[in-house]
């Protein structure tokens, strides 16, 4: 399998822009959860979904975040309007989900976001 | 609410070093333990992980044993080489919840 793939890799945009972060989790996996990494706060959980349902989107920042899972195979991550603090490695991780906490999570490479 | 501490890097070793990254964790519950390497400009991939109390996880020489006792995970390597460099992360899932709550990342060099 290709793994977990991610796009784009690397995002520079001013601040205002609308920026869209892609993810298509590994084939047969049903559940998806979205990540950001920063030096200050770390690895921390944003949403995850199962079964294309959102179950825990408590780790999203604030309104200007929002994600979607519209099928199995496709999800985006979307800051409307972006900001300067928005500057993180996105990563988006899904697991097969059958085996409940025990599941192994399977990272994509991360997009890498600049806020200018 | 569940936490996972890690000991302080960066950590920097001669190759063949032994090698040990202190984990422990706070958790409601049973959790499962997890151990991340994130090699730079790479996402994170699995190392090795333990679902129940005295379990040992290993794999490409590391190991790590689930201490229900202590509420440790520590990472351990008997001989590190310059490929093990990379940032370690200790993580956890519990009760019904499956999103992985991280340490803050051990980064690891190896000198040759």
Same mark, same amino acid.
Request: negative net charge; glycine residues 10%.
């Given at each position: 399998?290709?793994?977990?793939?991610?796009?784009?890799?690397?995002?520079?945009?001013?601040?205002?822009?609308?920026?869209?972060?892609?993810?298509?989790?590994?084939?047969?996996?049903?559940?998806? *959860?979205?990540?950001?990494?920063?030096?200050?706060?770390?690895?921390?959980?944003?949403?995850?979904?199962?079964?294309?349902?959102?179950?825990?989107?408590?780790?999203?920042?604030?309104?200007?975040?929002?994600?979607?899972?519209?099928?199995?195979? *496709?999800?985006?991550?979307?800051?409307?309007?972006?900001?300067?603090?928005?500057?993180?490695?996105?990563?988006?991780?899904?697991?097969?989900?059958?085996?409940?906490?025990?599941?192994?999570?399977?990272?994509?490479?991360?997009?890498?976001?600049?806020?200018? | 609410?569940?936490?996972?501490?890690?000991? /302080?890097?960066?950590?920097?070793?001669? @190759? /063949?070093?032994?090698?040990?990254?202190?984990?422990?964790?706070? +958790?409601?519950?049973?959790?499962?333990?997890?151990?991340?390497?994130?090699?730079?400009? @790479?996402?994170?991939?699995?190392?090795?992980?333990?679902?129940?109390?005295?379990?040992?996880?290993?794999?490409?020489?590391? @190991? +790590?044993?689930?201490?229900? /006792?202590?509420?440790?995970?520590?990472? @351990?390597?008997?001989?590190?080489?310059?490929?093990?460099?990379?940032?370690?992360?200790? +993580?956890?899932?519990?009760?019904? +919840?499956?999103?992985?709550?991280?340490?803050?990342?051990?980064?690891?060099?190896?000198?040759?």
């Amino acid at each position: 399998d290709a793994g977990v793939i991610q796009s784009p890799r690397h995002e520079v945009t001013e601040m205002g822009q609308e920026v869209t972060l892609r993810c298509k989790p590994i084939s047969g996996h049903n559940s998806l *959860f979205w990540y950001r990494q920063t030096m200050m706060r770390g690895l921390e959980l944003l949403i995850y979904f199962n079964n294309n349902v959102p179950i825990d989107d408590s780790g999203m920042p604030e309104d200007r975040f929002s994600a979607k899972m519209p099928n199995a195979s *496709f999800s985006t991550l979307k800051i409307q309007p972006s900001e300067p603090r928005d500057s993180a490695v996105y990563f988006c991780a899904s697991s097969p989900g059958g085996g409940g906490k025990g599941d192994t999570q399977y990272f994509g490479p991360g997009t890498r976001l600049t806020v200018l | 609410g569940d936490s996972v501490t890690q000991m /302080e890097g960066p950590v920097t070793l001669s @190759e /063949e070093a032994f090698l040990t990254i202190n984990c422990t964790y706070t +958790a409601t519950g049973y959790p499962s333990l997890f151990w991340y390497v994130q090699y730079p400009g @790479e996402g994170l991939q699995l190392l090795l992980k333990a679902t129940k109390a005295d379990d040992k996880g290993s794999n490409k020489g590391f @190991e +790590a044993t689930y201490r229900k /006792e202590t509420t440790s995970f520590h990472l @351990e390597k008997g001989s590190v080489q310059v490929s093990d460099s990379a940032v370690y992360f200790c +993580a956890l899932t519990s009760g019904s +919840a499956r999103q992985l709550t991280f340490g803050s990342g051990t980064q690891l060099t190896v000198l040759p």
